[in-house]
């Protein structure tokens, strides 16, 4: 059984997200304090997080942050805040989804369903499939999601990785940002295919030797992006 983390400030919204997900078989805790939720996150094995932004004592950015640095299961993010760039900078730090408030509790277990079922996949599927993979200075073990650049090793979100090992078993053929989009993410979107630029300029920051000439996640305008052997 799938364990959930809500942390959600409004009693009411948290509960009816509860009821919902709980009424699909997941068990699911609440915490409406900021800094509690990320003690919560951090001590307890949770399969996939639901974060609200405006929280008491610490905002969900800074939770995302924290828990980042130590897990990569899914993060989604849920706000009244509907702002491109609280969007751009929730995924810049590792989210997997924003549903901006207020939305169908139909469509947030939809979400929760589709993201445990691919982080699933991916690190099952692609774990037996190949379990290294080394192209030039770039080293990923896929079944402990780790990445290493010369050797030494770079810290990924968990959506990074995920582009990356698509991006690294599809090499040379180009892909637009929505196709990036619905593999990685999933589901389609209007207007957050922009997070794919903002996770392909942090991948090349990571894993490029000169990020600004980069010698294989290259850019091809117009067309989308493509890893480059």
Known sequence: MKNIL????????AELQRDYLEAEGYLVDIESEGDKGLKLAMERTYDL???DLMLPNINGFDICRHIRKEKDVPI????AKKED??????FGLGADDYLVKPFSPSEL?????GHISRYERLIGKNGAKN???IVGNIQMDVEDRKVFVNGKEVMLTSKEFDLLLFLVNNPNHVFRKEELFERIWGYESVGDVATVTVHIRKLREKVESNSSSPQHIE???GAGYRFKL
């Open 6 to 13: 809500i942390i959600e400030d409004d009693s009411s919204i």
């Open 131 to 133: 379990k290294e993979i």
């Open 109 to 113: 277990v939809a979400r929760v369903k």
């Open 76 to 79: 989604i993010f849920v706000s």
């Open 49 to 51: 997080f639901i974060l």
């Open 219 to 221: 850019t091809i305008w």
């Open 85 to 90: 760039i609280d969007k751009i900078r929730g």
